[in-house]
């Protein structure tokens, strides 16, 4: 969601923190903003609204310089967004803070400051922790000490970046449910939310724990835990490069990534399959025995991550025969799991930062579950590291809001996992053989499929005036139609519905008319003839017909009924990802011909780190 940027050295910091706010513009946001300490006790501070280029402008008009500030790009949660609501937010005698997460007892610890004299200028709940900040200044006298203690006040989740006027050398950060990161230079030190904001001036990295404070200087940083005990958390070399988070010749960043999905899966597969057969070290040396002992599965995770697990649920409970519950995290958390024995507890998430799927994590953990495993994408995320058995799908960075190469390389991972757990539960060699085959052979098979670039453009020109669509499918391709709505929501603003194709006459035919375009996957599987007849109680109603198919499915074009023929030769475990793929590129087309703002989507955030 929110962004946090922070540099404290010899140099000017002022271009570090810019453009590790430019960096970070795919996590979604509406204000940016920046303080500075330039030689005096005062803080410099500018503030935006909208994006950072605004900011930019802004700096440009009322230059300023400095060896120590921090950096905003706030998404709102209270009060509504406008200049006086972004951040830093500042309170007396220069103390300064940006702030990730919400705080749910603001209001409060906001009455008691006005009672103890302090004015406030705006909504957030932010300002109320610079002034309680402050307020324990009065009597402690060092930033450090005063963070911690109002830290303790403090309920909800955060990452905090403070810096005061009088401390020209510190910053202090404060996590608690939202990730940040210290990256560590030469005599010279950065802070951020996402290591990608700093890959231009740093490869090495600490990460933070929960409860951590800590205070960064030029030349030390010092930990203490949610103790107090002084620590030492270890310090990792990111393998991103500086360019990885580049567009390109892409006109924008999803484009771009949807067509990075084959080699995304490639790298995704790359060591962990070799000699038609799965690697057991692919998910870690203690993996075996878990696999070995698990009776059943429980899949958490949120959005796009979700469907990806819905479709896992498909393939380990018909492969596998095992039990498989596929839940949205938001409400695994909240509510009393029943924990079947030997139960394997799967999350996954692209950033490894979900708040809910985090929170979900750490219940698991203390629920009496055999073990737990992160599917993900980042490898120093909190989810990565609080998981006793990781798999990273290392797809690279994904800079658009909607998942697109996150989610098919999520597919594939979770394929892996069900040759993984078939191995000791069904699936016999000669069958672990022909399954690794199919997943070897997705990147092809993508790659074939972004042959179908220009039907799609001319499909979206056909949708785009729409005002609503209908996504079906059957099986594990019915999250693959949820994912499609998806897209098409998220980033065209076109309202998408995804059902299962038998669900029709249970209520959704009664929407369809001409003006509703129905969009369909229909693969060649068992059941091909059940979507057929579905279809057909479409077209009696009067409904469009758009239909990816197999070409052997016998699904001809007609009056009514457009169909996109699909690659030849895609089996059963390889068609979501691959139908996957034209969904993503019908819904990139015609949020194109809307003109709405494809990468950074209205009210949506990349990593969504509070709940």
């Known amino acids: 969601m929110c962004g ?44 935006a609204v909208g994006k950072v280029a605004r900011l930019s402008e802004a700096l440009a008009a009322s230059p300023t310089t400095g060896h120590l500030g921090i950096a905003h ?18 309170s007396r005698d220069g103390v300064a803070i940006v702030h990730n997460g919400i705080i749910e007892n603001h209001e409060a610890l906001r009455e008691e400051l006005l009672a103890l004299g302090y004015e406030f200028s705006s909504e957030t709940d932010t300002e109320v922790i610079a002034h309680r900040i402050h307020h324990h200044l009065q009597s402690v006298g060092e930033l450090f000490e005063a963070v911690r203690r109002t830290v303790r006040d403090l309920q909800g989740a955060y990452a905090l970046a403070v810096i005061w006027g009088r401390d020209p050398d510190c910053i202090v950060l404060a996590r608690a449910g939202c990730p940040v990161v210290i990256g560590i230079g030469d005599h010279e030190n950065f802070v951020a939310s996402d ?29 203490v835990d949610a103790g107090g ?31 990075e999905q084959p080699a995304a899966v490639a790298q995704t597969l790359a060591e962990r399959v070799a000699g038609g057969r799965l690697l057991a070290q692919a998910f870690g040396p203690a993996a075996m025995e878990v696999l070995r002992r698990t009776n059943s599965v429980q899949i958490v995770a949120c959005g796009t991550s979700y469907h990806a697990g819905v479709v896992a649920g498909y393939f380990i409970e018909q492969l596998c025969r095992l039990p498989c519950r596929v839940e949205i995290a938001s409400e695994f958390r909240y509510r009393d799991p029943v924990v079947l024995p030997n139960s394997l507890f799967v999350s996954i998430s692209q950033s490894g930062e979900t708040a809910d799927t985090l929170a979900a994590l750490r219940l698991a953990k203390q629920a009496g579950f055999l073990s737990t495993l992160t599917i ?32 098919t390389t999520q597919l594939a991972a979770l394929g892996m996992l069900t040759v993984a757990l ?6 016999n ?42 996504f079906l499918g059957r099986g594990a391709l019915f999250p693959i139609a949820m994912e499609g709505a998806l897209k098409l929501k998220e980033i065209s603003y076109i309202h998408a519905e995804a059902y299962a194709a038998g669900e029709l006459k249970h209520g959704p035919l009664a929407l369809v008319d001409a003006d509703m375009p129905v969009i369909a996957v229909a693969p060649n599987n068992d059941l091909l003839e059940k979507v057929k007849s579905n279809l057909q109680e479409v ?24 169909v996109i023929t699909m690659p030849r030769h895609i089996s059963y475990f390889q068609a979501p990802a691959v139908y996957t793929l034209p969904l993503q590129l019908l819904a990139y087309h015609t949020a194109v011909l809307k003109g709405t703002d494809v990468d950074q989507p209205r009210n949506l955030a990349k990593s969504v780190t509070v709940e």
């Not at 990885?244 to 960043?253: K, S, W």
């Not at 199919?438 to 453009?457: K, S, Y």
């Not at 990816?548 to 074009?557: C, L």
């Open 229 to 259: 005990q002084g620590v030492e958390r270890p310090v990792r070399e990111s393998e991103l490069s500086a360019d990885a988070v580049e567009r390109g010749d892409f006109p924008h960043y999803m484009l771009k990534e949807i067509h």
């Open 422 to 427: 078939g191995k000791h539960h069904g699936i």
């Open 376 to 407: 993900c994408n980042v490898p120093e995320s909190s989810l990565v590291r609080e998981s006793e058995l990781v798999l990273l799908t290392r797809a690279g960075p994904e800079i658009g809001v909607a998942s697109t190469k996150a989610f």
């Open 195 to 223: 290591v990608a904001a700093l890959l231009p001036v740093t490869r090495r990295f600490m990460f933070l724990e929960e409860g951590d404070v800590a205070c960064i200087r030029r030349r030390t940083i010092r930990v």
């Open 73 to 90: 790009t706030r998404w709102a949660t209270h009060g509504v967004p406008n200049e006086r609501n972004a951040h830093p937010h500042v």
């Open 539 to 562: 077209r009696a109603r009067g409904g469009m017909l758009h239909v990816f198919a197999d070409p052997e499915s016998g699904i001809e074009p007609s009056d009514g009924v457009q």
């Open 4 to 47: 946090i940027v922070g540099a404290v050295a010899d140099r000017d910091i002022v271009p570090i923190l810019i453009e590790g706010l430019r960096r970070l513009e795919y996590r979604g946001y509406d204000s940016a903003g920046l303080a500075v300490l330039n030689g005096s006790s005062e803080v410099a501070r500018l503030r």
């Open 429 to 470: 060699p000669e069958r672990e053989r022909l399954l690794v085959q199919r997943l070897i052979e997705l990147p092809g098979l993508l790659e074939q499929t972004l042959a179908l670039d220009p039907q799609l453009r001319q499909l979206a020109a056909q949708i785009a005036d729409k005002h609503h669509a209908l």
